[in-house]
Every structure is written in structure tokens, then in C-alpha cells.
């Protein structure tokens, strides 16, 4: 990239970073762009100079991951950088820009692809853009930052009749079947996409993780049967994500919550993330990240009543072929 260009992305990086704080001080600093698939796409304002830019980047994920099951197989990410004061304007432009460029890559018009764009959840400006190019908000990454008045004291309030705790080796078959009921429940929103290898795959991800001396799996029981599953990773874990919070190296990330469905509005849910909130709030854990879909009717009014609130909106086409 030529010096002019370099100091040209810096400044944009520079404005998207205050314009970011102003909004929500849990993003991050903008940080480097990845490299993309080729040149970054560019819209230039009135004025002759950089108001964005964006980098495409071109994922294919192959069905030995389990990644494939949380989405499509082949993923066109579009990551941009929007510095200027019409924001809607300029994010317009770079779509199009975008959808040109996707046009001309032959594997965007297969069925298992999508295009998609993570937005700050609280910067309403692109929205009406990101609409108007066919992308729907699919997810939500929450976020939930430890209260300032430090930890509760005592124990957490649980609920009646359930008891609450940390699974291991013995419980694998358990937590599977909660783990795959929850899977299936979230494919009613366009998200995960069962594959022939998810039950194995999910499995083999449990017995890892149930094997380790701190598990981060919790099982709530009523007379001795798993009744709700709540699986974490604390900071150390959760590298992955930390990046998308101020709170980089404190983040920690809640993986997995499911109450069977004739035991749900009793309190087992509450029961379970109270129990984790107390360790993290304990601990150095600073902000707890999850995601939820967007039209999950159950999720949302339960994390938001858990203290959680919208960081990240992940608009997505699907297939890629969708955005127009
Ligand atoms: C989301 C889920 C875990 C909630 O568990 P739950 O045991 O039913 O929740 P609780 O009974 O502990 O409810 C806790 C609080 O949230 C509220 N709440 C829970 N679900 C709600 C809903 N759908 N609408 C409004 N409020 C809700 C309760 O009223 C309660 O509030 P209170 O503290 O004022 O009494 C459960 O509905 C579930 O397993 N859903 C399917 C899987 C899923 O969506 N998982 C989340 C994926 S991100």
C-alpha cells in the first residue's frame, strides 16, 4: 500500500475510533484491518479525500470444524471503516461497492454462503444502509459488565426445588443431550446449520472440555435429572472475542444456556447465570460477552433481564447471493 494511502487509512482509523468511544466505550480501538481477498474498497467524500473504507474477506470452513455449524460453509465478510459525518451515505456506497466485487467471485452463488457485515450495535447511523442491501440483523453479541458495587455477598439465590452443579467426566451423555436440543432450537432463527458431523463434533468438544479439573459446565437438576445446561469460558478461554470489547484481556464468554422446555419460567435460568455472575464478578472478569439471535423470542428479554445489553449486530445475507 503506497505511504498516501497508509496515512489515509490511519486518519479514518483514527476518526472511527472516536466516533466509536463517543458511542459505546465497550468497543474497542478500530485495530488493524486483516488482510482481505485483495485491494480494501474505497469511498472517497466530497472533499477528494478517504470517508471509508472496507476489507472483504473470503472464509471457507471445512466439515471437520465445528464452526461450520454455527453458520455457512463459505463466508464473505465484509470489515469496514466508516470516519466521516454521512455515515449512511458512505456506508451505501461501500455496499454496492461490496456486492460488485462478490458478484464476480463464482462460489457466493452457492446455496451455503453467506455475506455478512458485524456492526456496532448502538451506532443506528449505517442501519437503514445495511436494510437496504438485503442484510437481516441475525445476532447479537451481549454484552453484561461487572457492577461497580463489586460482588454480591453470600451465596446466589437458586431456585426451588433445583440444584445447581459443576458437571464432569460422568455427565458427558447429559450435557450432549442439552447441547444438541439447544442447537436444534436455534436453527428456527437462520443461524446454526445442522451438519453430518455436529453430534460428533459437539461431543467430542463436551468430553475435551468435561475433562479439564475446572470445567465451566454447570448442570441445574431437579430430582436428579439435568433440567438446564450453562457452559463458560473464563478470560483465559475467551481470546477469541476479548478483541471485540475495550475489556480485551478480561473478557470472559458465556457459551451455552438451555432449560428444558417444560421447567422454563421458574427460575432455573436466573439460577444458573446468577451462579456464574457470582464467580466472575469474584474474579478479575470485567465484561461477559454471549451471543443471542436477533429473533430468538425467549433469549433476548431473558439476557437483558440478566443485565446483558446489545455491543455487536451481525448483519448477514444468506445466501451470499442475497445481498443486493
Ligand atoms: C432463555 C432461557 C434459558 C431462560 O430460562 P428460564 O429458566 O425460563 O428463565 P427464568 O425462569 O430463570 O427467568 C429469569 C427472568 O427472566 C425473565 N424471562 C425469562 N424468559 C423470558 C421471556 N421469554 N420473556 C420475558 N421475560 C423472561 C423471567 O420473567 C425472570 O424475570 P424475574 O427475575 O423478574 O422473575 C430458556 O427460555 C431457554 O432455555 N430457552 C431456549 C434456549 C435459548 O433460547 N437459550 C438461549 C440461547 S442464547
Known sequence: MPWVVREAVRDVN???????????????DPGTLPTGCGEPLVVTGD????????VCVHQHIPPQSLNQTWGAADRFTLVPRLAG????GTADLLLSQWRDHLAGVGVTRGPDTS???VWPSLDITGVQALLRHGLQPLTVIAARTCPASGPPQGAPRGAYGVTIRSAGPADEEQVLDLELRLIRYDMHFGGPVWRANTARLVRDEIRTSLARPASWTWLAERNGRAVGLLV????????????????????????????????????IGAALVRNLHARFDASSVAVTLLHHSQVNPLSAPFWYRMGY????????ARPASALR
Open 115 to 117: 455475506a455478512s457485515v
Open 232 to 267: 463458560a469460558q473464563p478470560p483465559k478461554e475467551a481470546g477469541w472475542i476479548g478483541g471485540m470489547t475495550s475489556k480485551t484481556t478480561t473478557a470472559a464468554y458465556l457459551q451455552t444456556m438451555f432449560v428444558d422446555q417444560a421447567e422454563r419460567g421458574t427460575g
Open 14 to 28: 483514527r476518526a472511527v475510533g472516536r466516533r466509536w468511544h463517543a458511542i459505546d466505550p465497550l468497543l474497542p
Open 47 to 54: 472533499n477528494g479525500r478517504m470517508a471509508g473504507l472496507g
Open 309 to 316: 445489553r446489545p455491543l455487536w449486530t451481525s448483519w448477514e
Open 85 to 88: 459525518q454521512d455515515v449512511a
